[in-house]
């Protein structure tokens, strides 16, 4: 294979990884805005969409029913954690840092949940297209890469409506630029919490359907890619969501050149380099400010 085709190469396993990531850092990213805190639970919705979706179709129902089970699944998980977990402890005044820990927490119960019920070993799913992979340019792309492109891609338009065009979007635009004076014009931020955590489960579960036919899906694949999500959204500005997805992106490609021309030992050196370098350069990341108010 030529150097071209190898960059290349690189490049498409860059954007495929990026989708991912940016798809985490969304995620990520809504919740900050609404609630003030990051859910670095969310990785393990990423697991637990993946391998509910693989004992479904194991259990016999069609790949499309299983799909569509799983992401329910965590959605309603991401409910529950929010009214159990997040929304007792946010009404008897715990700090954005307790709300925090009280994530990373959730997130070490449901990896060991998962542990208990799927165990270690590894899982996969059949690709969503029978087509076989393709040449470009020399370089070998397999039909998945598109389904997860088209994932980050329905994911940006989608919210991009949400936000532009419907009633509850500007709500949640209003509660970002200014809680209290959304509260004052009847918008409620609770209900608000209650609807990120809930989609943000959904799209985490996506996310984990989507790469399982590329890579395999164990118990503990979450809390790299949760991780990395969350350096998506460093990377880009954590109050940018056009911000989370350049930074998914751009952290894709990074590490896929990285791995490609340097070695395998840099796959997850990567993000923390990143996620350093920009915190000492620029810690409000590309599109991002500094300023929120509360």
């Known amino acids: 294979m030529s150097l071209e085709s190898q ?12 989708s991912i990531y940016a798809v985490i850092a969304i995620g990520l990213v809504v919740t900050f805005n609404i609630t003030g805190i990051f859910n670095l639970a969310l990785g393990e919705f990423v697991t637990i969409g993946a391998l509910a979706a693989i004992s479904l179709y194991a259990a016999g129902l069609p790949l499309i029913v299983a799909f569509v089970l799983a992401v329910i699944v965590a959605a309603v998980l991401g409910a529950l954690m929010e009214r159990t977990a997040i929304h007792p402890a946010r009404n008897a005044n715990a700090t954005i840092l307790t709300l925090v820990i009280i994530t990373i927490g959730v997130g070490i119960a449901m990896r060991g949940a ?3 019920i799927w165990g270690t070993h590894p899982y996969t799913l059949p690709p969503f297209s029978a087509h076989a992979p393709f040449t470009v340019g020399g370089a070998t792309v397999i039909p998945q890469s598109f389904w997860v492109l088209g994932l980050g891609v329905v994911c940006v338009a989608v919210l991009f409506a949400f936000f532009e065009f419907t009633y509850l979007g500007k709500a949640v635009r209003a509660c ?9 014009v009847g918008v409620n931020p609770n209900r608000l919490s209650l609807a990120a955590f809930t989609v943000t489960g959904a799209l985490g579960a996506l996310a984990g359907i989507f790469i399982t036919p590329i890579t395999f899906a164990t118990f503990d694949m979450g809390f790299m890619l949760g991780l990395k999500g969350f350096v998506a959204a460093i990377l880009g500005g954590v109050t940018n969501v056009p911000g989370a997805i350049i930074g998914g992106f751009l952290l894709g490609i990074l590490e ?26 620029r810690p409000s990341g590309i599109l991002g400010s500094l300023h929120r108010e509360m």
């Open 7 to 18: 960059l290349l190469q690189y490049l498409i396993s860059g954007l495929t990884l990026g």
């Open 114 to 116: 998962s542990l208990l």
């Open 176 to 184: 970002v630029m200014n809680r209290t004076a959304a509260r004052l």
């Open 256 to 281: 896929a050149f990285g791995v490609g021309l340097i070695g395998s030992g840099l796959k997850d050196a990567v993000a923390m380099l990143v996620m350093i370098v920009v915190l000492l350069v």
